[in-house]
C-alpha cells in the first residue's frame, strides 16, 4: 500500500468546498447536534464500507466481514476499494451516495462533518474510550472514529547504524547530524532519504511539531504566531534541521530521482539508513525487507532526534476517521461496523498502529520504540491552522516549500535559508492578520 502519511497526524488538510447541496441533504431524519440515532434499532440490512486499502480488500477485510456477519447475521457488508481514495469521494459527495461507513477525507472541513456525517456521540463520552475523538468532534460532538493513531519519529535500519558504531537514539540534532555522518563515512548507505520527487514525505518537519518543545498545544498557538519560522521556535528549528541534514550531503546525490516505492526496498537492504515517516510506515519497510530476503527485524523505529527534559516525545494523532453517511438507511447496522472495526477487529495491530482505545497496548512492533521511553504526545486540533495555511498559500504538508529548502540547501536555487524563512513569515504573518 502507497499509503501518504496522514498524519499524519500533524498534516494540514487542504480546503475543498463540496457543494451545499450536499450539506441539506439529510432530510427530516436529521438528528439535533449531539444526538445519535444509530443506537436506537437492531442492526441490519446491506451497508457498503469505502476503504483506501486496496491491497486488502480481497484477503483481510474478507476475514473481518465473516466475523462480523457470524456476530451480527442481520447485516451484510460489501466493501469497496479506490485506488484514488479522496478524489473518488470528495466526488461522490456532491451526492447522497457515499457508501454508509467511509473514512473521512481530508478535504472536507472540519466544521463541515455535521452536514455530511451521523453524530456518534458527545466527546466526554467517547473520550472515556478513544483517542483522537477532538480529531472529529464539532461543539462537543464528535463524527468519526480512527482507524488507529500514527506516532511519529523515523524509521531505520539498524544494520546500518550498528555498521557506523551507532549504540544508542540521538538526542539532539547535533548528535543526529554526527550519526548521519557516521553513516556517510563508514557505510555505502544513504544517511538520509528525502523522498523529494513523490514530495508528501518531505512534510515530516510539520508531522514533529510538538516534539522539541512538549506542547500539545503547538499547532494551535502556531496558528497565531505571525513569524513561526524565527530563529529557536519550533517550526524553525524542525525545517532547519531538514534543510541542514541536505547542506551537509547527508541524503541522497540528486534528490530528483528519488522513489517512494523503490525506497522501500533501499531501505530494507540497507542501502539507505533513515526515513522520516508516521509509523504507519514501519510494517511497509519489513515487509519490503522480507521481498528483498532481508531480515525485517533489522528496520527499527526511533523517536525524534530530540529532548524535552530529558524524555523523547512522538507527536501522535488518529489516521483516517470512520464516520457514517448521514443519508444512509442502515445506521445501526454501520455504527456497529464502526464499533466493531474499533473494538473488535485488531486492525490497528495488523498495520501495526496505536489503537483506537486508550487502555490497549502498543503493537509488538512498537515495542523497541516505547523501550526508549518515548512520550506519546496527542496533539490539540487546530482547524485554523488550516484557514491560515490557506490564506497564506504555503501548505504545511504539501512538498512545494519543502522541495524549495532543499534546492536551496543543496545550492541549486541560489537562495539562503534566511530568504525562504524570511518569506515564510511575510506570508503566514499577513494570513494571521486577515484570519483574526
Known amino acids: 500500500m502507497s499509503h501518504s502519511p496522514r498524519i499524519r497526524l500533524a498534516a494540514v488538510a487542504a480546503s475543498v468546498a463540496l457543494l451545499a447541496m450536499a450539506g441539506c441533504s439529510g432530510g427530516d431524519a436529521t438528528p439535533e447536534p449531539g444526538s445519535s440515532t444509530t443506537g436506537a434499532e437492531t442492526p441490519s440490512g446491506e451497508i457498503l464500507v469505502l476503504t483506501n486499502r486496496t491491497d486488502i480488500v480481497d484477503t483481510t477485510f474478507q476475514d473481518y466481514k465473516k466475523t462480523f456477519e457470524a456476530k451480527y447475521p442481520d447485516v451484510k457488508v460489501k466493501f469497496e476499494a479506490l485506488t484514488d481514495y479522496e478524489g473518488e469521494v470528495k466526488t461522490r459527495m456532491n451526492t447522497k451516495e457515499y457508501g454508509d461507513v467511509l473514512l473521512i477525507p481530508s478535504t472536507v472541513q472540519q466544521a463541515d462533518y455535521p452536514d455530511f456525517f451521523e453524530p456518534l456521540g458527545t466527546t466526554d463520552e467517547l473520550g472515556k474510550t478513544y483517542r483522537f475523538i477532538n480529531e472529529a468532534a464539532v461543539d462537543g460532538t464528535v463524527y468519526g472514529i480512527a482507524t488507529f493513531g500514527n506516532a511519529n519519529g523515523m524509521v531505520y535500519n539498524k544494520d546500518v547504524f550498528k555498521a557506523a558504531g551507532i549504540t544508542e537514539m540521538p538526542k539532539t540534532s547535533e548528535e543526529f547530524m554526527a550519526d548521519l555522518q557516521a553513516v556517510k563515512d563508514k557505510t555505502d548507505a544513504i544517511p538520509l532519504y528525502t523522498n523529494y520527487k513523490d514530495g508528501w514525505p518531505l512534510g515530516w518537519p510539520q508531522s514533529l511539531m510538538g516534539s522539541v518543545s512538549g506542547d500539545a498545544e503547538a499547532l494551535v498557538k502556531m496558528a497565531d504566531d505571525k513569524s513561526p519560522w524565527d530563529d529557536g521556535k519550533e517550526k524553525a528549528t524542525l525545517d532547519s534541521m531538514l534543510f541542514d541534514v541536505v547542506k551537509a550531503g547527508l541524503t541522497e546525490q540528486d534528490p530528483t530521482t528519488t522513489n517512494w516505492e523503490n525506497s522501500k526496498n533501499l531501505i530494507g537492504t540497507g542501502k539507505i539508513a533513515v526515513m522520516p515517516l508516521g509509523t504507519w510506515a514501519l510494517a511497509q519497510m519489513q515487509e519490503a525487507a522480507t521481498k528483498a530476503g532481508a531480515d525485517p527485524k533489522s528496520i527499527g523505529y526511533m523517536p525524534p532526534p530530540v529532548q524535552v527534559d530529558g524524555t523523547f516525545v512522538s507527536p501522535i494523532g488518529g489516521d483516517f476517521k ?11 447496522a454501520a455504527r456497529a461496523w464502526i464499533d ?48 491560515v495555511d490557506n490564506k497564506a498559500e504555503i501548505g504545511l504538508s504539501s512538498p512545494d516549500y519543502y522541495r524549495e529548502l532543499v534546492d536551496a540547501a543543496r545550492g541549486a536555487s541560489g537562495k539562503s535559508k534566511e530568504d525562504i524563512f524570511k518569506s515564510l513569515n511575510e506570508k503566514w504573518g499577513a494570513a494571521v492578520e486577515s484570519v483574526g
Open 322 to 332: 470512520m464516520a457514517i453517511n448521514i443519508n444512509s438507511e442502515h445506521k445501526a
Open 340 to 387: 466493531w472495526m474499533g473494538n473488535e477487529s485488531g486492525y490497528s495491530d495488523e498495520v501495526g498502529g496505536l489503537s483506537p482505545l486508550i487502555d490497549h497496548p502498543a503493537p509488538t512492533a512498537l515495542k523497541e520504540f516505547e523501550a526508549t521511553g518515548v512520550k506519546y504526545l496527542e496533539m490539540t486540533p487546530a482547524p485554523k491552522l488550516s484557514t
